[in-house]
């Protein structure tokens, strides 16, 4: 039997049969890699032209089946994703795991710093506006799909999701990865894409750069004290793209890695191999 018979059988009998045989079915023709938990990056396969839903909105598929999908920081632990074929349709509950983010307290900081001037905060909405546009640029891409590479040395010193209380105030959550490592020190693309924004001086992200993987993902990287690239450049894992900095609101030279599934924002840390 080939395989799209196979699939056309799974999706009938799936209509009859209990949840855990639908999800075996499911499995045996769609794989989805990743770690199912709040924060995630997931790559899947499923057969081509197959149209898939994520908690009832449409997931982009590839021409070869291909598709991914990401969740949030506090992302909510039960989904639905549901994949039609023709007349069938087969629904799955995604289940994430949660997660614990660090918190720590900063008292003492002063009202300078956390009631930003007017001019500053307009500064700070049109930076915010240009990334928005940046991030929206779609591409077909699949470079996602790569096992990605740490984009520089360095001591971690700070992740994905963990949240400062300045003066008991609880701030933003912090969204991406800190690898500390000297001004000047290399940044190399942590997979393929294609660059879609390089601006030296944001007002909180000082220089900044951000690389399309593909189909909604994107890596953005902060701090920069220097680029090597320019908009529509196209980029291969392990290429010099800019140079640590300190640039913007930092409290020392680092590079803060981020990454985006459309206006998700989910953790790099949990593409990468540990260190
Ligand atoms: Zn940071």
């Given at each position: 039997m080939n395989k799209m018979n196979s699939l056309l059988l799974a999706l009938s009998l799936?209509?009859?049969?209990?949840?855990?045989?639908?999800?075996?079915?499911?499995?045996?023709?769609?794989?989805?890699?990743?770690?199912?938990?709040?924060?995630?990056?997931?790559?899947?396969?499923?057969?081509?032209?197959?149209?898939?839903?994520?908690?009832?909105?449409?997931?982009?598929?590839?021409?070869?089946g291909t598709f991914v999908i990401g969740f949030g920081r506090d992302a909510k632990l039960e989904n639905q994703l549901s994949f039609t074929f023709g007349e069938q349709t087969l629904n799955r509950d995604l289940l994430l795991n949660k997660r614990k983010y660090r918190e720590s307290r900063v008292n003492g900081i002063s009202k300078k710093i956390t009631n930003p001037n007017p001019k500053n905060v307009a500064r700070a909405q049109k930076d915010a506006k240009q990334v928005r546009a940046a991030r929206a640029i779609w591409s077909?891409?699949?470079?996602?799909?790569?096992?990605?590479?740490?984009?520089?040395?360095?001591?971690?010193?700070?992740?994905?999701?963990s949240?400062?209380?300045?003066n008991g105030k609880m701030g933003r959550p912090h969204y991406g990865v800190d690898m500390a490592s000297p001004i000047g020190t290399p940044v190399v693309a942590p997979a393929d894409g294609i660059v879609r924004l390089y601006v030296p001086d944001m007002f909180y992200s000082g220089g900044t750069l951000i690389i399309d993987h593909g189909m909604g993902v994107s890596s953005t990287f902060l701090h920069l004290s220097k680029g090597h690239v320019?908009?529509?450049?196209?980029?291969?894992?392990?290429?010099?793209?800019?140079?640590?900095?300190?640039?913007?609101?930092?409290?020392?030279?680092?590079?803060?890695?981020?990454?985006?599934?459309?206006?998700?924002r989910v953790d790099p840390q949990l593409l990468v191999p540990k260190r």
């Open positions: 799936a209509t009859s049969a209990s949840v855990a045989a639908e999800e075996r079915q499911l499995t045996q023709f769609t794989s989805l890699k990743g770690e199912f938990t709040q924060g995630a990056l997931l790559v899947g396969k499923t057969r081509p032209n197959t149209v898939i839903t994520l908690n009832d909105k449409k997931v982009a598929v590839a021409d070869n077909d891409g699949q470079h996602f799909a790569q096992n990605f590479i740490w984009p520089a040395p360095g001591r971690i010193s700070g992740v994905y999701g949240v400062r209380y300045y320019k908009a529509g450049d196209k980029v291969k894992q392990g290429d010099l793209i800019a140079e640590i900095g300190n640039t913007g609101r930092s409290t020392g030279p680092h590079l803060d890695w981020r990454m985006n599934w459309n206006n998700q």
